[in-house]
């Protein structure tokens, strides 16, 4: 028996992210809230990205997910220019390509903790095929959930908001890693847990994403954490000066 | 097919407002589609109180306070017709039938009916039906009485029981003709109309107990005997108003005319049928009021079910960037919230229509009892249900309104909820 087919996927190249020239404002900011020259990623580079609060972190984030457009410049992703798609070409091209880790209270709230993971491919029909390729979808979210360590019996338990931060966090990783996505894209997923926590969460993450061959950026403002990863950037540093700002 | 699974998943997450909400829509509903049974099943228990009948006859006034007194047993004559008037009419030779109406006493609060037997075989109710007999018959004796069901079955009434009728119409009267006492001879099977709470007697029955009578009190040092007034010629002097059957519906508007322009007294003839329609044009201004109310009553009842979205927006704002997260549109968040506005109103609209139904068997009964109004409990008409769509319509609609501020929030807002 054939084995489902995989998805083509596009090529992919070293470099997986790409920034060039990127100007953004926020509607009715009048300035450029954040202007980036040049940043890319390698495919499976783990990149912590640092800046301090208000310095832009969730915009480039909204930017790298296609959620908002540039004024300028390009971004590209897996060799597609997201800049050039229609807004809901970028939608459907980021259910596909890309898993989204948030900071916190990530989940919704009011679904089962596999309801939340399965969230993830019900905009994504390739990522859904990708996923069901070794089995149902459930068993693959379970699966996951279990390497991720969450306890069995919360699977299909209660609703995610009686959950504590920890396992959320847990349930949002899977969320982000089912069907594996070549890009994923965390915000401060570690600011509501302890150090000892933050450790084991990162090590579980880590080992997933690797698993998954995916790249991985997380925002962070804790500079504590760059030993884990492998390369830091700083948001001010690629961040050129904004329009009205002194040179 | 998500996008409704996550409005219920959500609804079930807020069931509480959700619930108070569907209330509110479901009793406004009831109210709109009660109000509508009502008017309809006013409307047709008027209408289908008379049927066969030409013409009615009574002294010159209004043509809608002549139906309803004369038919409808609501109001009072302004004045009565003399016998030898009635008997002229009567005998017109383009007259089939007529049927005398006496009205003015009462029994323990129902109309009391002077009448002749050819009430029971003239009288015609929803189109065609007659009166029918479900025991006994017409009166054959001078103190018999021919009960209504509601009568009957209001005060437990079989063959063969007496009563006395009281002086005027008050349901307790200190004025009884309690020295000529009536024996039931007949109890009418149930018509819908106003029959069914009227005590027919005949005519020289209402004479005979008003011999001894004058100016609506007895004449004192005078008592007549039930037996001794037996004896003596009973004669009407007056009625109050004529039920006519022509011969030919091409005279209607002749004899009218005649009757219109009599000489002997002042006497208005009417057409049941255009003095209903006079009636209808009196109360469609209420009608319509009505209606508008209750309209209203179901605009804010959406007005609440907008409010309360509206007010939960800003806590699933984070919810809404999750939905972003994982590739829904702008489009699906709008079309979450127009399916949420969409499922609540169904749910309401359901609900109140089960409301409506639930009421309609627990007063039917006693509506149709008390006040002869027979509310049909049918499926809801075509005009009910295009009603209720268009209210569906509304509650989407209506949703719209949260749900562009969420789809403006949505882009706005990007990855992190920005305040």
Redesign the interface.
């Known amino acids: 028996m054939v084995a489902a087919a995989a998805e083509p996927r596009p090529e992919a190249p070293s470099e997986i992210v790409r920034l060039s020239g990127v100007r953004f404002a926020?509607?009715g900011a009048g300035a450029f809230s954040l202007a980036i020259d040049a940043f890319s990623l390698r495919k499976g580079e783990r990149v912590l990205l640092i800046g301090p609060s208000g310095s832009g972190k969730?915009?480039f984030?909204?930017l790298l997910?296609g959620?908002?457009a540039p004024q300028a410049g390009s971004i590209e992703i897996l060799g597609t220019d997201t800049t050039r798609l229609s807004?809901?070409a970028r939608?459907?091209f980021?259910?596909?390509h890309i898993g989204?880790v948030?900071?916190m209270?990530?989940?919704?709230?009011?679904?089962t903790v596999i309801?939340n993971v399965l969230?993830?491919l019900?905009?994504?029909p390739a990522r859904r095929r990708r996923a069901a390729a070794a089995g149902p979808v459930a068993e693959e979210a379970a699966r996951l959930l279990a390497r991720l360590g969450l306890e069995p019996h919360l699977v299909r338990g209660p609703?995610a908001a009686n959950l504590s931060v920890g396992q959320q966090q847990r349930v949002a990783a899977a969320?982000a890693l089912i069907g594996r996505p070549e890009l994923i894209v965390a915000?401060e997923p570690t600011s509501a847990l302890d150090r000892d926590r933050q450790a084991a969460f990162l090590e579980l993450l880590f080992g997933e994403v690797r698993e998954a061959g995916a790249s991985l950026v997380m925002v962070s403002h804790d500079v504590s954490l760059a030993p884990h990863f492998d390369r830091v950037v700083r948001l001010d540093e690629i961040a050129v000066r904004r329009q009205g700002e002194a040179p | 097919m998500i996008v409704l699974r996550l409005a219920l998943q959500s609804l079930r997450n807020r069931w509480l407002t959700a619930a108070l909400t569907v209330i509110a829509i479901a009793v406004s509903i009831t109210l709109l589609l009660g109000v509508e049974k009502v008017r309809t099943g006013a409307r047709q228990s008027f209408a289908d109180t008379i049927s066969g009948t030409d013409l009615i006859v009574g002294a010159r006034s209004g043509a809608i306070q002549l139906l309803l007194y004369s038919v409808f047993r609501i109001g009072n004559a302004t004045n009565n017709i003399s016998w030898p008037s009635y008997q002229d009419i009567a005998s017109h030779p383009d007259v089939a039938w007529a049927v005398p109406l006496s009205l003015g006493d009462s029994h323990r609060g129902f109309r009391v009916l002077g009448t002749t037997p050819a009430y029971f075989e003239h009288y015609r109710y929803r189109q065609a039906h007659g009166l029918r007999f479900r025991a006994g018959g017409p009166f054959s004796d001078l103190f018999d009485a021919a009960v209504g069901a509601d009568v009957a079955a209001a005060l437990g009434y079989k063959l063969g029981d007496r009563i006395t009728l009281s002086h005027g119409l008050g349901s307790v009267s200190f004025i009884e003709h309690d020295d000529k006492p009536f024996r039931i001879a007949g109890i009418l099977e149930k018509t819908g109309t106003p029959v069914d709470r009227t005590v027919h007697v005949s005519l020289e029955a209402i004479e005979a107990i008003h011999v001894d009578w004058q100016s609506g009190a007895r004449i004192p040092g005078q008592s007549v005997s039930a037996e001794e007034v037996r004896a003596m010629k009973l004669e009407p002097k007056a009625v109050t108003a004529a039920l006519v059957g022509l011969k030919s519906r091409l005279a209607t508007f002749r004899v009218q005319r005649a009757i219109n322009e009599y000489r002997a007294e002042p006497l208005s003839a009417i057409l049941p049928g255009a003095a209903l329609q006079e009636l209808w044009a009196l109360v469609a201004t209420a009608e319509t009021a009505l209606k508008v109310v209750s309209a209203m009553v179901v605009a804010t009842a959406l007005l609440g079910m907008v409010t309360m979205i509206l007010t939960t927006l800003n806590e699933r704002r984070r919810e809404m960037a999750i939905l972003r997260s994982v590739g829904a549109r702008p489009r699906t968040v709008l079309g979450l919230l127009v399916a949420e506005a969409g499922v609540l109103t169904l749910a309401g609209t359901g609900l109140g229509l089960l409301l409506l139904y639930a009421a309609l068997l627990l007063v039917q009964p006693y509506v149709d009892t008390n006040y002869g109004l027979h509310l049909p409990i049918e499926p809801p008409k075509p005009g009910e249900l295009a009603t209720l769509g268009v209210i569906l319509v509304a509650g989407c609609l209506a949703g719209l309104l949260p749900a562009l501020r969420a789809y403006r929030l949505s882009l706005a807002d990007g990855m992190t909820v920005r305040t």
């Open positions: 926020w509607p969730s915009t984030l909204s997910c959620i908002v807004a809901s939608d459907g980021r259910a596909e989204i948030f900071q209270f990530n989940l919704l709230p009011y679904g309801d969230l993830a019900s905009f994504a609703s969320r915000d």
